[in-house]
Every structure is written in structure tokens, then in C-alpha cells.
């Protein structure tokens, strides 16, 4: 199924996400409305949170289509920016901590 | 274009598929270009994206001061009753539906029913307009309570200029797009694509809407949910 002649795909399939996401949206603010806390609140909602990105890239863009050649050139550069994210978790924690050291009066 | 990428009907799947578009000297994106083009447009704002949700993380981490509630920020009072992030809830729904109806456009567009494709895009530009009208509330109502990119009167400072910077850009994104739909959609609609016969723009555009859709899963998980 090549995107040459355009991505055809059922419409039922598209429906059938929607209301998936529609059910992992809700999901994701009873995280919120139980008021989950601590190691159990974050594992549901980054669970959520990339079963929405999955469907959405994977079936509402096609990229679940398209051919590896254009998946990976686009979907693996991003995970440079995990680099990026773990050097400012770690400098955020070294302000944190001269701040708490120095500015707590 | 497309006749030279109907010829090599390889099927997708498989890393041999992936040597073979890359190592030789010829088109490596079976695609057409205006659709690659697209996807490495989306790929750089990702990283623009994450560069604001990364300094909004680490602002978060560093403060010593207590980061305000955002279950509690967001509350709505609706029938009497105060109602925890409601208003977020709602758009995030409003928002998938536009891509609902986004996925749907592309998919009668290629099956050149002009009327449908126009009509389930303009469909999705008025959802996105709802969002961007409910995010305007949502600004009024915070500034109103006196939330400032410098200071706040729930916590740290730095909730601020998080709030504005991340949902701005996302909302400059949303109102940009619904320019971009409603041109595309009038030009479906007087038959610019018929006469051409290449309904490709529609999904480049959907791909564009869905990208904002996708940035708002992770403003809703980070921002608003975290």
C-alpha cells in the first residue's frame, strides 16, 4: 500500500480511533478527577499520553503506512531531544539544590 | 511524479526496504514532495516544541517555591459545582474531534468527493476555532485572577511564563492552521484539485492539523495533568 496513489484507508478505521481516543482522553482526566498521586499518577498518564501520540501519528498520519525510509528519518531524530531532557533534569536538580543551599535564608 | 513512484511497488515493512530507498542514487522518500516536505517541517517544530516543554521541566524542577495546582488553576465552576480541569477536558475533546473529521476529509478527498472533503474541513477549521475561543477564555480568565509571566498569586513565578509561552505557541499554531484549512478547503471546493487531479495538499494539510492535535496530547499530559 504505497502513498503514491494516496493513503486509502476505511473510514470505520478512523472512527473507530476516534472513539479510542475520545476513551484514552477521559481515561487520562479521571487521572486527574481521583486525584491519583505520586509513581501511579505519572505511569497513567505517560501511558495515555503515548498510546494518543501512537494512534494519532500511527493511523490518523498513516506513518503505519508509509514506507521505514520516511518513518525513521522523521520519527527517530526526536530521540536526540531524550538527551536534551535528561541534561536539563539534571541541571535543574543542581539549581535546585544551590537554591535550597544558598537562597533558604 | 507519481508515475515514477507507482513503478517500484516494494512492499513497506522490512529493513530491506529501507537500504534500498536510501542507498542508491535516486529519490530516497517515495512520497511526494510536497508531503516530505511537510513531515521534516513537522519533525523541526517537535524540536521546538520540546525545547519549550524541556525549559518548562526544568523551571519546574529548580524552583523552591511550591509549583501552583493545575487541577485546581483550571477548575470551572459549572452548575453550582467546582469542577477540576473541565475546561482543558473540553478542549481536548473539541480537538480530537477536529482531527476526526480531518482524518475524514483527507480519506474523501482521495476518493474526490469534492463536496464532503470541503465541507469536513471547514468542519474541522470551526472546532479549531472553538479551541482557540476557549483558550482566549481561558487567558481572560487567568489574567483576570492576576496570572503574570513574572508572577502569580498560586505559587512559583515560573508557572507564568510557562502557561503563556507553551499554550500561546499552540494556540498560534491552532489559529494558523484554521487559516490554512479554510484556504484549502475553498480551493477544494471550487474544483482547483479536480482540475489537476491530485487531492494531495489535503492530507499535507491534515498532517499539519494532526501535528497540533498530537503537540496538544503532550501540553495536556506535562502542562495541565503533571
Known sequence: MDSADGQQHPIGLYLKVWALLFVLSTLSYLVDYFNFEGLLRWTLIIVFMVLKAGFIIGIFMHMAWERLALAYAILMPPGCLLILIALMAIEANYTFLTRSTFFSG | ?226
Open chain 2, 1 to 226: 511524479m507519481s508515475e515514477t513512484m507507482a513503478t517500484d511497488p516494494a512492499p513497506t515493512g522490512g529493513l530491506t526496504t529501507l537500504v534500498n530507498d536510501w542507498a542508491d542514487e535516486k529519490q530516497a522518500f517515495q512520497v511526494p514532495w510536497g508531503k516530505a516536505m511537510m513531515w521534516i517541517f513537522l519533525l523541526s517544530d517537535t524540536f521546538i516544541f520540546t525545547c519549550f516543554l524541556t525549559a518548562y521541566m526544568n523551571v519546574r524542577m529548580s524552583t523552591t517555591v511550591p509549583w501552583p495546582i493545575p487541577s485546581e488553576v483550571f477548575a470551572l465552576t459549572l452548575f453550582g459545582e467546582n469542577i477540576p480541569l473541565i475546561l482543558i477536558a473540553i478542549m481536548t475533546f473539541i480537538l480530537i474531534s477536529s482531527s476526526g473529521t480531518m482524518a475524514m476529509a483527507v480519506n474523501y478527498g482521495y476518493r474526490r468527493d469534492r463536496v464532503k472533503t470541503a465541507s469536513l474541513m471547514l468542519a474541522t477549521a470551526f472546532f479549531g476555532l472553538c479551541f482557540v475561543g476557549m483558550q482566549a477564555f481561558e487567558w481572560t480568565k487567568l489574567i483576570h485572577e492576576g496570572v503574570r509571566p513574572w508572577s502569580n498569586p498560586f505559587g512559583a513565578p515560573q508557572f507564568g511564563s510557562s502557561f503563556f509561552m507553551i499554550t500561546g505557541f499552540h494556540g498560534l499554531h491552532v489559529s494558523a492552521g484554521v487559516i490554512y484549512l479554510s484556504t484549502v478547503a475553498f480551493k477544494v471546493f471550487r474544483g482547483d484539485y479536480d482540475k489537476k487531479d491530485n487531492y494531495e495538499i489535503v492530507e499535507i494539510t491534515g498532517l499539519y492539523w494532526h501535528f497540533v492535535d498530537l503537540v496538544w496530547v503532550f501540553i495536556f499530559a506535562f502542562f495541565y495533568l503533571w
